[in-house]
T-cell receptor
């Protein structure tokens, strides 16, 4: 069964540093998402991405965040200047088409900001 | 916007018993609902989904019930096993981008 992969599994960074979280979605999937989960809390939507542009973003996704698909396969989330409160699990998800289809989640990247 | 909540943060059941996990949502226009299982240190794993034109759907040992009148969703797990121990989230697909709004999660603990 195809799966979503994410790298790194764990990233430790200092406050103010830039981080890039990477995801390899399932091939032929067209809709991409990033979610985050602060320890012990629910999963929260960050951003959706389709046709090489952001289609929707949450209020969490401020100017410090950006996403792109640099080579048509990898899907990245960049945080320009990390804050302590950015510490969380970040999940990439994707689905094959618009509408009521399953979103497949990756295993996540644990980001720790010190 | 959509609000999704779960009724119990923790549910403890004996191995072999049936488990029922509940969820409430707020937007009566919501039309696609999903249950995810999350094991420690892993991403959410799809269990079962249901569209608003149905009120029941069955999978292998799992059943999802949807009551649109009271905006309530439940997940039933038959003959619960130790491997079912995890946090269970309901999620509602919202808006033109189909983003998911998750509930707060119920931790299912299975004891022998």
């Amino acid at each position: 069964e195809p799966e979503v992969t994410q790298t790194p599994s764990h990233q430790v960074t200092q406050m103010g540093q830039e981080v890039i979280l990477r995801c390899v979605p399932i091939s032929n999937h067209l809709y991409f998402y990033w979610y985050r989960q602060i320890l012990g809390q629910k999963v929260e939507f960050l951003v959706s991405f389709y046709n090489n542009e952001i289609s929707e973003k949450s209020e969490i996704f401020d100017d410090q965040f950006s996403v792109e698909r640099p080579d048509g396969s990898n899907f990245t989330l960049k945080i320009r200047s990390t804050k302590l409160e950015d510490s969380a699990m970040y999940f990439c998800a994707n689905k094959r088409d618009r509408g009521p289809y399953e979103q497949y989640f990756g295993p996540g990247t644990r980001l720790t900001v010190t | 916007g959509e609000n999704v909540g779960l009724h119990l943060p923790t549910l403890s059941v004996q191995e072999g018993d049936n488990s029922i996990i509940n969820c409430a949502y707020s937007n009566s226009a919501s039309d696609y609902f999903i249950w995810y299982k999350q094991e420690s240190g892993k991403g959410p794993q799809f269990i079962i989904d249901i569209r608003s034109n149905m009120d029941k759907r069955q999978g292998q040992r799992v059943t999802v019930l949807l009551n649109k009148t009271v905006k309530h969703l439940s997940l039933q797990i038959a003959a619960t096993q130790p491997g079912d121990s995890a946090v269970y989230f309901c999620a509602v697909s919202v808006g033109y981008t189909d983003k998911l709004i998750f509930g707060t999660g119920t931790r299912l603990q299975v004891f022998p």
